[in-house]
């Protein structure tokens, strides 16, 4: 089992070399440094509600100064309910005062950091890399890739032009969090988080909305799950996860009957419900803290992780329901 843990730790830090390109001294950031954040894909209602925070006239320094000033509408292809829906987004991006472009190069020439909201994770690979290679720091809005293959690329291409990059489901800041982070209840030893889970076509079915309940289990949970097992029914998944020193941790996805967002917390001196959402704005304090330091709050190797633990479900689910281990799938994706 040690060897299994050293793995999954080591082959985002030492197959790409990752835990470099977090750092702030290692970065490689455009030495033009202002407050313009770029935003790029226009067809999701996280596009509008962002622009609507971060453009507010009364927002005052909430974001320490970052707007949005430009925009490159281009989103998905393939998902056709929001591909329709990118000129009418557009507009309402517009509305706040944002400049749009029709092309990568021309928001890149006017814009100081990226912020990537396409609703496609398929696409994020493409858009990432000229920002990159821009030296520009990027925030990829969830899901953070299509793949498990395109998240390792992504992360890669970072480290390879030491760009800073960050990727956080605003989940992850759910009500109460941070307490049970600094020991509210004591260590933690289990939790049970849950989420809407629809599915799409063009995504592992994890990816595309149960994204965000599994990012409130790592949340709570950290890093070092081993091995995953995924129950899957039309209206429901149960996806177990055993991490290190037999710790357990699981994720409801919900596809019938009454939604909703949460986490049951089991420490040793307490257990803890968490299911007050607060919105966008908490993530937007940590993406302008970022794109303000050049250092992601969540190391790029959680998120690997995250959508690793994902990959491993989907498997389980193809192979009828057998226990999959984190690192065949990691193995698979990053050519380690």
């Given at each position: 089992m040690n060897d299994r843990r050293d793995f999954i730790k080591k082959t985002a830090l030492t197959t790409m070399g990752l835990g470099i390109a977090g750092s702030a001294a290692a970065v490689n950031i455009r030495t033009n440094k202002g407050k313009r954040i770029g935003?790029?894909?226009?067809?999701t209602g996280h596009s509008e509600a962002f622009t609507k925070s971060l453009n507010d006239p009364l927002a005052g320094e909430k974001f320490l100064g970052y707007k949005v000033v430009a925009a490159y509408p281009k989103g998905t292809e393939n998902i056709l309910e929001w591909k329709n829906r990118i000129p009418e987004i557009t507009k309402k991006v517009e509305s706040y005062?944002?400049?749009?472009?029709s092309s990568m190069d021309d928001l890149l020439k006017k814009v100081d950091v990226v912020l990537i909201t396409c609703i496609d994770g398929n696409q994020h690979l493409e858009q990432a890399l000229p920002a990159f290679e821009a030296g520009l720091p990027v925030f990829i809005d969830k899901p953070f890739a299509g793949s498990l293959s395109d998240a390792y690329a992504i992360a890669d291409a970072a480290k390879k032009y030491k760009v800073p990059l960050f990727s956080s489901s605003s989940l992850r800041y759910i009500?109460?969090?941070?307490?049970?982070?600094?020991?509210?209840i004591g260590p933690v030893i289990g939790a049970e988080a849950?989420?809407?889970?629809h599915l799409e076509a063009h995504h592992p079915d994890l990816f595309w909305y149960a994204v965000h309940g599994v990012e409130t289990l790592f949340t709570i949970m950290g890093t070092g799950c081993l091995r995953v097992q995924r129950t899957f029914t039309e209206d429901t998944d149960l996806v177990v996860g055993v991490w290190e020193d037999d710790r357990i941790g699981t994720f409801r996805g919900i596809r019938k009957?009454?939604?909703?967002?949460?986490v049951t917390v089991f420490g040793e001196k307490g257990i803890s419900v968490l299911n007050e959402y607060s919105g966008y704005e908490p993530l937007l304090h940590k993406v302008c803290e970022f794109y303000e330091s050049g250092k992601a709050p969540i190391p790029i190797e959680e998120t690997?992780?995250?959508?690793?633990?994902?990959?491993a479900a989907e498997e389980s689910k193809?192979?009828?329901?057998?226990?999959?281990?984190l690192e065949s799938v990691i193995e698979k994706a990053s050519g380690a």
């Open positions: 935003m790029v894909g226009l067809d005062g944002v400049e749009i472009v009500n109460g969090a941070e307490e049970i982070a600094n020991g509210k849950y989420s809407p889970a009957g009454q939604g909703g967002y949460g690997l992780e995250i959508f690793a633990f994902m990959q193809e192979r009828g329901g057998i226990s999959v281990d």
